[in-house]
């Protein structure tokens, strides 16, 4: 407004342009101005944040869990005892799993280890999943669990794959029954709830590897630390999920409970968690899905599993052997994917009829299971899978992206060279000249005009998090890297969804692509692409986009899809074309959802470059990484944390930004 | 009269921040403008009603006018602001948890709007549901409940899901349900609403139907005066939480306390409503009757005998002449003209 009156002489030009876009261009001006400022016009620690202003948040961690593991004690024992006493503890259910899938149950050492009971049979489990595949999703799903198992006895990765599943089992089943009766308490008592929504927002925009580490100096290295971890990272979701559907279930249904006399504990167990099954078997299928993901990054830490054999033979550069183990996980992601979400449709429609046929095909497959368990048990050489019928296709992989090298080698090396020279390198130049003091008060202004004071002090603060710990320059280099990978995601993803949203037959395509593109653990992306790529930013940002464009599509697709069909007829009445309809209607109402897919994008392509720290980035998920190699674990902390606000700067401010324009245009969030 | 199943003293239901200002010593005080500046809203308030054993009470009002608060409050789902809900004179709101389940499991039964069912029970497993909170045996339980199915007229549809139901039926088992515990007092909010006009006179029928046979205490809520007057003993009118009359149908209509009132009973099916008794003119002696009716027979019943008769019928309470009714005065009431006898 002062601006528009202070100069009269152009009234009409600058009434037009609403003050807050007005605002916002001198921003981008004086931020460009302030890129090429030359280095001395501003105060050095503008730019570089002396050393002496630092806040030792790292060392202070460290020197905690130093005290904590060594010195503190609740009287009769250590904590050291006591976390060795939960590790223990959790060991119990895992090494029980893996004795049932893996390994067998053993008794004795070494060489006198007498199996007392082998682990399941291959065959005896593929009979079971067809059984269980079968009674959940019928034919088709039975079908689909008996080829996916046949393929990991085929391809020789029978074992590892069963020692993933043991875990991912095991930490689903704490990860689901964890979040569940931590969503129970929440929806009792609200104050609880708003001590735990924070902290499942840092744990869910936390890098894995930042957790890790605590772990392991918690509960030692193996296993179980690795199994704590990955419940930890499993388990906000499943919080959300049954804190929504709880309420979502009928008010008239908890009166129902009151007047027949319920106690509490009725109200909850006998109807609120029943009636709201289906909703919450859909937040099992995504702690299922996220406890393979984390358990394949948690190999690293003693977990083992397929995670293991791709991050051995990505560190001998074992080209096929990855790629076979990669596709492995592929398999087992997507029959988890098949099976829980199976299983969350068959709780929401039992119907009746079919399923006792299907109870019929399920008793006799555990039977028929169980019997050839007990036949392997009398005569062990049988349950091994025979060498001579394993395939590799190790050396296959191997030979195919060989050629690829020696054909194209210079055109992938064009490529990589021509988005690293012109986009990639001048996008960080730009990023780290940017001085600290500016770029938080950018994002508090942002805060501000958005939602307010509270939400301006809130992103402030994250933002300057980062500076104060002395981590702005590889805060920024983290910073970069998201935004070129979440720019080029949107320009993929957002054309892609505008144009199967009005086609149903594309999108039925695209929707099986964008699915199994979410199902991947992902680790798996890294595989292919560092064998074409070799490592560096060019291959994470690959890798990053391929994780994270999923959502850009899906919202998009939504959003568009959506808008209510009287304002397209409205449009189409008053002589709209098509393509006006789509800019003037379908657009400007689908923004707000596209924006909230555009955060899904951002928080995806964090989570994956926190991963590709292992092709050598050089940004905060190298500083967690190195971190955890060197059990440094403040350094790890703190880095880690860095990464979460950047998250949850972004997510607060886009979110906001979407409230505003859903309340502007009237639509329900 | 001296021990009344369920009586309000005084209650309120009051939401917002600021509630608590306007209740001393669980008494409510306001006026509606201190209300509105306060930002509160009264959902209830002045409520005193005392219910019979064995009386069907009606409570009518628009959509938003606070009915549903009030039966909640009258079945101790919240408790009031203000006031005091007896229950065969205990205060439901005092006493402990326990006595409260007590009570509920086994002399209170309520029929919900939208139903209410719990979507992976089947139709059995939904009507024995109050009696497995109770801890009844499995076979016990489930005889039980196939007794009330029967009663519902759903025999044979048992081991459906409540989605494979239609809306009426869906509503059949939520009345089956709550009958299965043999409760004394019987709620219904707006249990027909969500039907369509046929089913829901069929609905109506069936309520009639059990009250006939099981004689309940029923607290039955409405929007539809047409709904209140087919089953009501007594109804109570409310508007902005507050009851504007309680009567029988025929008093709201002859003797409304308020304007609203008035309005709202001005279409009333009249024919439907007033009895003989109401529209009759002094006996005399000298008459020649053409018959007789009954002092309570409603007009819709008798109104053909009259209408083909030429001359008047007399009106007899307990064998005695009290009145008589002609042909003129039943037209009245049919095309609706104030008579000369009935404004005097
Ligand atoms: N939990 C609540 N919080 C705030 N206001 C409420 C609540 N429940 C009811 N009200 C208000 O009380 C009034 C009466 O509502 P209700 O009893 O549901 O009316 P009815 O059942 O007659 O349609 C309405 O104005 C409603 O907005
Ligand atoms: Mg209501």
Known sequence: MSLAEARPASPAVFSRIAPGRL?????????????????????????????????PFGSWISAFMKWLMESASFGFFTVHDFTRAIA???????????????????????????????????????????????????LALGLQMGFGLAYLAVFGQWDSAM????????????????????GLACVRWRWLERIVSPLLDVAQTMPVFAYLLPMLILFGFGPVSAMVATVIYALPPMVRVTIVAIRAVPEEIRSLGLMTGCTRRQITWKMLVPS?????????????????NVVIIASMIG?????????????????????????????????????????????????????????????????????LWAAAAISQPLAVYPEAWKLSTGAFFSDIVSWINVNFFSTLEAIRTGVLLNVLIPVKRFMLALPWP????????????????????TVGLMALFPVVVGLWPTTMITVYLTVVSVVLSALIGIPIGIASAQRPKLWRVVEAVVDTLQTLPSFVYLIPIVMLFRVGDFTALIAIVLYAVAPAIRYTAHGVARVSPHLVEAGAMNGCTRGQILKR?????????????????????????????????????????????????????????????IGMVADRLISAAAGRMRARMGVEA | MAHPILAARGVAKLYGANAARFVRDGRFSGTSEELAQAGVTAAVRDVDITIERGETFVIMGLSGSGKSTLVRCLAALTPPSAGEILFEDKDLNRMAEGDLIQIRRHQMGMVFQHFALLPHLTVLGNVAFPLDVQGMKKPEREAKALEMIKLVGLSGRESRFPRELSGGQQQRVGIAR??????????????????????????????????????????????????????????????????????????????????????????????????????????????????????SARIAAFARKIEEAEKPFAVVDEGEVVGKVDRRAVIDVLIGRESADQAA
């Open chain 1, 23 to 55: 605002m916002w261009i001198a921003v981008l001006i004086a931020t460009i101005v302030l890129v090429m400022l030359p280095a001395n016009a501003l105060p050095a620690w503008a730019w570089k944040y002396p050393l002496a202003w630092q806040v």
């Open chain 2, 178 to 295: 709550s009958l299965a515990v043999g409760p004394d007092l019987w709620f219904l909010d707006e249990p027909f609403s969500a039907l369509d006009p046929l089913i829901r006179r069929e609905m109506q029928d069936e309520v009639l139907r059990l009250q006939d046979m099981l004689k309940k205490t029923i607290v039955f809520i409405t929007h539809d005066f047409d709904e209140a007057v087919r089953i009501a003993d007594r109804i109570a009118i409310m508007k902005d939480g507050r009851i504007e009359q309680i009567g029988s149908a025929e008093e709201l209509v002859l003797r409304p306390a308020t304007d609203y009132v008035r309005a709202f009973t001005r279409d009333a099916p009249r024919a439907k409503i007033l009895t003989a008794r109401s529209i009759m003119s002094p006996p005399d002696p000298a008459a020649d009757y053409a018959g007789v009716v009954g002092a």
């Open chain 1, 585 to 645: 209607i379908r657009l400007p109402l689908a923004l707000p959802e596209i924006l909230l897919g555009v955060n899904q994008t951002i928080m995806l392509a964090l989570s994956m470059l926190v991963i590709t720290a292992l092709v050598g980035t050089r940004d905060l998920g190298q500083e967690t990484y190195s971190a955890l190699a060197k059990a440094d674990v403040g350094r790890g902390l703190v880095a880690g944390l860095c990464v979460a606000f």
């Open chain 1, 438 to 457: 500016w770029v938080v008060a950018v994002i508090a202004l942002a805060g501000y005009r958005l939602g307010g004071w509270r939400l301006a002090l």
């Open chain 1, 163 to 182: 020692v993933t599943l043991a875990s991912v089992l095991v930490a689903s089943l704490f990860g689901a029954a964890g979040g569940l009766l931590v």
């Open chain 1, 88 to 138: 223990w503890t959790l060991d119990l259910p895992l090494q029980f799993a893996k004795s049932v899938f893996a390994t067998g149950f053993i008794q004795g050492q070494g060489s006198d280890a007498v199996v007392i009971l082998p682990a399941i049979p291959w065959f005896a489990m593929i009979v079971l999943s067809v059984a269980a595949g079968y009674a959940v999703g019928g």
């Open chain 1, 303 to 371: 977990a083992g599993g397929l995670g293991w054999d791709v991050l051995t033979a990505l560190r001998s550069l074992n080209i096929g052997k990855g790629l076979e183990a990669g596709l492995a996980i592929t398999v087992l992601a997507v029959l988890l994917d098949r099976f829980a979400q199976a299983l969350a449709v068959r709780s929401g429609a039992a119907v009746q009829g079919q399923s006792t046929g299907r109870r019929n095909i399920l008793i006799g497959g555990l039977g028929l299971g169980l019997a």
């Open chain 1, 276 to 292: 709201a099954l289906p909703a919450l078997m859909v937040g099992v299928n995504q702690v299922i899905m996220l406890s393979l």
